[in-house]
């Protein structure tokens, strides 16, 4: 099982400029999640998902992100335009509810965004 | 509304020295209770949890928790820690539906030589 996957690992980009974070669930996991943390504000629930479907965005911090589950394999995080404050590890966490579920997410190893 | 305090925002210790990372949770329905670990540059990795049977769960490397329902607490202890331990802790409770967890601020261990 290779896990949770986020692409980019690393990323530096300008002031203004949209910026997209990947990530692909566990296979048959149904529950994604988006976090971000920081150090002035810890670790923060931006938005999740369940069969593809937002359950709830009201963390995420301004219309400039947005998120989309097209299929159950794979989701994005879009930031645009981008500003130095978007600063952040983002990580993306799968989870299996639902009928013989284990209740933990899995995290992906993160993307740390620069925006300089 | 579930809610999650960990009191303890640092904790430097000795090597081979007990530790003692503090949770306390705040629930209205079934309790079910994580510890997350975070080492530098890493994502979270599930330590233990607790969800139902026993009130003492172990994990594989000698952290032990105990739910405590009285005292609405989920207290991480290791009786003797190694410097591999420094690491990020961070106590979580399930949420309802969908397994969304709600975390704690975390608490940095520094175990020290």
């Known amino acids: ?116 | 509304a579930q809610s999650v305090t960990q009191l303890d925002s640092q904790v430097p210790v000795f090597e081979e020295a007990p530790v003692e990372l503090r949770c306390n949770y705040s629930s209205s329905v079934s309790v079910y209770l994580f510890w997350y670990v975070q080492y530098p540059n890493q994502g979270l990795q599930l330590l233990l949890k607790y969800l139902s049977g026993s009130t003492l769960v172990e994990s594989i490397n000698g952290f032990e928790a105990e739910f405590n329902k009285s005292q609405t607490s989920f207290h991480l202890r290791k009786p003797s820690v190694h410097i591999s331990d420094t690491a990020e802790y961070f106590c979580a409770v399930e949420a309802g539906g969908y397994n969304k967890l709600i975390f704690g601020a975390g608490t940095r261990l520094a175990v020290h030589p």
């Open chain 1, 1 to 116: 099982d290779a896990g949770v996957i986020q692409s980019p690992r690393h990323e530096v980009t300008e002031m203004g400029q949209e910026v997209t974070l990947r990530c692909k669930p566990i296979s048959g996991h149904n529950s994604l999640f988006w976090y971000r943390q920081t150090m002035m504000r810890g670790l923060e629930l931006l938005i999740y998902f369940n069969n593809n479907v937002p359950i709830d965005d009201s963390g995420m911090p301004e219309d400039r992100f947005s998120a989309k589950m097209p299929n159950a394999s794979f989701s994005t995080l879009k930031i645009q335009p981008s500003e130095p404050r978007d600063s952040a590890v983002y990580f993306c966490a799968s989870s299996q509810p639902g009928a013989g579920r284990s209740y933990e997410q899995y995290f992906g190893p993160g993307t740390r965004l620069t925006v300089t």
